[in-house]
């Protein structure tokens, strides 16, 4: 079993930076991802990382403004969010895939956290 909680979520305006972090317990897993949800919208993906080799794979929306890193170690995952714009608002939620590698799919991860919020001011 794993658990995972985010933390780090929060109120900033646009243009600013937040830093969220996502702990896992339990097995460990090969691939971390984020993705968000907006209200009355679908759950899309943000970032992922694989600690196979370290390889990460971003959405096209966040490309050059978020940075996905990991430390399978210290079991956490992060998202360093820079620049951010009202259109970033959503829930944020940590997700582990246990096998298998990149992925943009919601249904390649086998556990999610509770989410964090994330809410940008114009």
């Known amino acids: 079993q794993v658990q995972l909680v985010e933390s780090g979520g929060g109120l900033v305006q646009a243009g600013g930076s937040l830093r969220l972090s996502c702990a896992f317990s339990?097995?460990?897993?090969?691939?971390m991802g984020w993705f968000r949800q907006a209200p009355g919208k679908e759950r899309e993906f943000v970032a992922s990382?694989?600690?196979?080799?370290?390889?990460?794979d971003y959405a096209e929306s966040v490309k050059g403004r978020i940075t996905i890193t990991g430390d399978r170690t210290q079991k956490t995952v992060n998202l360093q969010m820079n620049s951010l714009k009202p259109d970033d608002t959503a829930v944020y939620y940590c997700?582990?895939?246990?096998?298998?590698?990149?992925?943009?799919?919601?249904?390649?991860?086998?556990?999610w956290g509770q989410g964090t919020q994330v809410t940008v001011s114009s």
């Open positions: 997700a582990a895939r246990v096998v298998g590698g990149l992925s943009r799919r919601t249904g390649a991860y086998d556990y």
């Open positions: 990382i694989t600690y196979t080799d370290g390889s990460t």
């Open positions: 339990g097995r460990g897993s090969s691939t």
